[in-house]
């Protein structure tokens, strides 16, 4: 816990409009690749195709759509940024390792390393300044 302290105390001393538009963008493109997924699942079963043998499938098709949703409204809005980050992540890593196993796509696979850098810096940074985090502690 004493890590998190410090670290957002340091974020919050080194916080910067561009750097919390950034989490919006980020947000808002996970909060969309969820609306996408939910309105066609035919394409992630298709992504996770190379992977059907193995157990999960269906919670895999029924985790990456809503944990996009909620975890890109929570991002956008800066509430529980790193839970939601954490609940992001190993999406991101088999995005990650789908386009690297499967047939490669590089704008995909930049895209997915792109965002996965992104999520990682956002779980160490934190929401920032201006978020619903910081304002709900100000409040207190």
Same mark, same amino acid.
């Given at each position: 816990m004493g890590i998190v302290k410090s670290l957002n105390k340091w974020a919050?001393?080194?916080?910067?409009?561009?750097i919390d538009l950034l989490r919006i963008i980020l947000g808002a493109f996970l909060f969309i690749k969820g609306?996408?997924?939910m309105g066609d699942s035919q394409i992630l079963?298709?992504?996770i195709k190379p992977f059907q043998n193995l157990a999960g499938n269906v919670i895999i098709i029924h985790y990456v759509a809503p944990a996009h949703l909620v975890?890109?409204?929570? /991002?956008? *809005?800066? =509430?529980?940024?790193?839970?939601?980050?954490?609940?992001q992540l190993?999406?991101?890593i088999g995005a990650v390792i789908i386009n690297l196993s499967a047939e490669v796509n590089s704008t995909d696979l930049v895209l997915a390393i792109t965002v996965l850098l992104l999520c /990682?810096? *956002?779980? =160490?940074?934190g929401s920032g300044k201006r978020s619903a985090d910081y304002y709900f502690k100000m409040q207190q």
């Amino acid at each position: 816990m004493g890590i998190v302290k410090s670290l957002n105390k340091w974020a919050n001393r080194h916080t910067y409009l561009p750097i919390d538009l950034l989490r919006i963008i980020l947000g808002a493109f996970l909060f969309i690749k969820g609306l996408y997924f939910m309105g066609d699942s035919q394409i992630l079963i298709d992504l996770i195709k190379p992977f059907q043998n193995l157990a999960g499938n269906v919670i895999i098709i029924h985790y990456v759509a809503p944990a996009h949703l909620v975890g890109g409204l929570l /991002i956008i *809005f800066g =509430l529980l940024t790193r839970l939601a980050i954490v609940a992001q992540l190993p999406i991101l890593i088999g995005a990650v390792i789908i386009n690297l196993s499967a047939e490669v796509n590089s704008t995909d696979l930049v895209l997915a390393i792109t965002v996965l850098l992104l999520c /990682i810096f *956002f779980l =160490l940074y934190g929401s920032g300044k201006r978020s619903a985090d910081y304002y709900f502690k100000m409040q207190q």
